[in-house]
Every structure is written in structure tokens, then in C-alpha cells.
């Protein structure tokens, strides 16, 4: 696609319940990355992909979080039993990673997660 | 893990103003990008500058990446920059790790 794009936009959703967010990278991005951003604060790093593979999972913030990404492009990010602190702007960016001008990253408009 | 400082946090200006915001990290990198988040929340590119310096309009920013740092310049301010502005860098393109940012607000 044209860009990164997300799904859903907004979601708001009672605590320990499971939700799934997703993100479909630009067409071609083979790096993939995760971040969370919680109201008026800066960017928390959760997981990478290259590829298919996520190198470092340490970012993720509990057990609760997983990620997974197949074939190489669309990638959801799974938070179970979630808790009123997940509340925040669920981000995802890709990068073609060729080097250069290549390794810039370009974000979706985000998940916004409300857990009531 | 490497560390990202921007200053300062917080900026008010006076339309027509020009600004200065500093990014400092702990170690080399291969990857830094400035990006301006809007009031709506998007987050939008502004330059990828690992070295060097690059001009855009009214922006420019600048980077000693031996002595690591970053500068990022808003000249002629104008209402529409107002936002935060993060720096961003990578080490080994594998986690790309933000600064706290620094808030601009731009009065008419």
C-alpha cells in the first residue's frame, strides 16, 4: 500500500479481555517495528521484525504482549488480559532497510487502545 | 542501550521566531531521523540524518556524529510547526529508540 496502515484505529475494550492490533507495512518494508506511546509521552520500543523474525523480544512489557509477523509483511500485536495501563496509542513503522535514505522509518496513525 | 536526550522539553515561541532543538545520544549510530508528531497525532519524517546536514524549506538540521549530537532548525516559525519534535536513532537496525522530544508551541 501507500503507506503504513492499522487497524483499528480506536478500540475500546473492558479489562482482561484479548485484544489484536494489526499493521500492514508500505508494500516491500522488510523491517517492521513496534512502539507504544502513552498520553503526552514519547515512544516506548516494543519489538522489531526483520522479516519474519523478531531478534529481541526484551522491549515487549509483560508476557501478556506477543507479536507475530508472516510472510514477511502484515504483523499483529496481541495483548491478552489486558489491564488499564495498556490504555495508549498502540504505533507501527517500516523501513526497506537497503541502507542510506532506505533505513527511514515511516509510521502508521496508530492504534488508540482504551482498556475501561 | 543507547540513550537519547533532546532539549530543551518545552519551547514556546512567538511566530516568526527562529529555534534550535538538540538531540544527544550515548554512542555511534547508523540510523538518526527527526520526526514532528501533530496535534492529531501523526507522526511525519522530517529528515534522516545520520551525518551531515540537510535543508528543507524553512527546516534545516545538522549532525556531528562524532561527537554526537543533532541539531534541528525552524526558522520563521510558523503556527503549523507547532508539535513535538523527536529524534530518533538506531545503532545496529535493530531498535530504533526515541527521545523524551521537545514540545513547540508557536503563538499567532
Known amino acids: 500500500g501507500a503507506g503504513v496502515s492499522q487497524s483499528p484505529s480506536n478500540k475500546v475494550t473492558e479489562k482482561g479481555k484479548d485484544v489484536e492490533l494489526r499493521c500492514d507495512p508500505i508494500?516491500?518494508?522488510?523491517?517492521l517495528y513496534w512502539y507504544r506511546q502513552s498520553l503526552g509521552q514519547g515512544l516506548e520500543f516494543l519489538i522489531y521484525?526483520?522479516?519474519?523474525?523478531?531478534?529481541?523480544k526484551s522491549g515487549l512489557p509483560s508476557d501478556r504482549f506477543s507479536a507475530e509477523r508472516t510472510g514477511g509483511s502484515v504483523s499483529t500485536l496481541t495483548i491478552q488480559r489486558t489491564q488499564q495501563e495498556d490504555s495508549a496509542v498502540y504505533l507501527c513503522?517500516?523501513?526497506?532497510?537497503?541502507?542510506?535514505?532506505?533505513?527511514?522509518?515511516?509510521f502508521g496513525e496508530g492504534s488508540w487502545l482504551t482498556v475501561v | 542501550g543507547i540513550q537519547v536526550e533532546q532539549s530543551p522539553p518545552d519551547l514556546i515561541l512567538q511566530e516568526g521566531a527562529n529555534s534550535t532543538l538538540r538531540c544527544n545520544f550515548s554512542?555511534?549510530?547508523?540510523?538518526l531521523q527527526w520526526f514532528h508528531q501533530n496535534p492529531w497525532g501523526q507522526l511525519i519524517n522530517l529528515f534522516y540524518?545520520?551525518?551531515g546536514t540537510k535543508q528543507n524549506g524553512r527546516l534545516s538540521a545538522t549532525t556531528v556524529a562524532t561527537e554526537r549530537y543533532s541539531l534541528l532548525y525552524i526558522s520563521s516559525s510558523q503556527t503549523t510547526d507547532s508539535g513535538v519534535y523527536f529524534c530518533?536513532?538506531?545503532?545496529?537496525?535493530?531498535?530504533?529508540?526515541f527521545g523524551a522530544g521537545t514540545r513547540l508551541t508557536v503563538k499567532p
Open positions: 540524518i545520520p551525518s
Open positions: 508494500s516491500g518494508h522488510t523491517a
Open positions: 554512542d555511534s549510530v547508523n540510523n
Open positions: 530518533a536513532v538506531e545503532r545496529y537496525f535493530d531498535d530504533m529508540r
Open positions: 521484525f526483520q522479516g519474519n523474525s523478531a531478534p529481541d
Open positions: 513503522a517500516s523501513s526497506i532497510l537497503t541502507g542510506g535514505e532506505g533505513n527511514t522509518i515511516y
